[in-house]
């Protein structure tokens, strides 16, 4: 088990700078000693499989992500039952794959369990991805109002939270904040193919890209856009 440990802590390495194809092989390496020494249910088997699943999404390989998700999934429902916290973020991850792979009914599935487990768990964290995973799914079949909605409460949540990305290196810290903009300039695109100039400037410049916002302004005849509700009357209820 030493070695697969000292496999899956290089592997992490290489993860966490962005060299998937160099993590990937060494996961695997890693999961067949745990499988092997501790056998094909144990947590450990389960996080490996989990990154995998990461790595091979990364890598375009989203049939593999899948799975390697869906395997882990199955040993950690035995590990800590269906709605347990650590679920949420796997079962969010494993809904991004088959949203990727084309297949949004199970995309759809998947996210709005992970949604029932972090909102019963108070995960925000989770939560945000996953209510933009749904808008997501939403605004591809058509339903705006509901995509609208979602993203807004996603917004909402990265709005509330404050998290410190000062000891992050640059590199981290940018794709920390590009993660986050793509949920503004999804409701932004959403909002405008709907019309709703003047909200979709709103939430452009909650996350202060005026860059944007000038390249739109012509649209905005109500004012500052600062000065407009975030959440009409009909999503407040």
Not at 12 to 25: I, M
Not at 105 to 127: D, P, T, W, Y
Not at 165 to 180: C, L, P
């Amino acid at each position: 088990p030493e070695t697969a440990i000292d496999l899956n802590n290089l592997a992490l390495v290489y993860h966490s700078l962005g060299d998937y194809a160099k993590a990937e092989p060494l996961y695997l390496r890693a999961l067949k000693i745990e499988e092997g020494f501790y056998g094909p249910d144990h947590e450990f088997v389960g996080m490996t499989l989990n990154r995998l699943g990461l790595v091979s999404h990364f890598l375009g390989k989203d049939m593999y992500a899948e799975s390697f998700y869906k395997q882990a999934l199955a040993i950690n429902e035995k590990i800590y039952g269906p709605y347990h916290a650590e679920l949420a973020p796997d079962i969010s991850n494993l809904a991004e794959v088959c949203h990727a792979l084309q297949n949004d009914v199970q995309a759809e599935f998947f996210f709005k369990r992970a949604l029932i487990i972090a909102e019963m768990n108070g995960l925000s964290r989770s939560l945000w991805r996953i209510r933009y995973g749904l808008s997501r799914i939403f605004a591809k079949q058509g339903y705006f109002d509901a995509a609208i909605f979602f993203a807004k409460h996603a917004i909402n949540i990265l709005e509330n939270s404050e998290p410190d990305i000062s000891g992050m290196e640059k590199a981290s810290q940018r794709f920390f904040i590009t993660d986050r903009e793509a949920v503004y300039i999804h409701l932004a695109d959403i909002l405008t193919v709907q019309g709703r100039i003047s909200e979709a400037l709103r939430a452009i410049d909650m996350f202060k890209k005026e860059e944007y916002a000038e390249s739109s302004e012509d649209a905005l005849k109500d004012g500052d856009a600062s000065d407009i509700p975030f959440f009409n009357s009909a999503e407040q209820e």
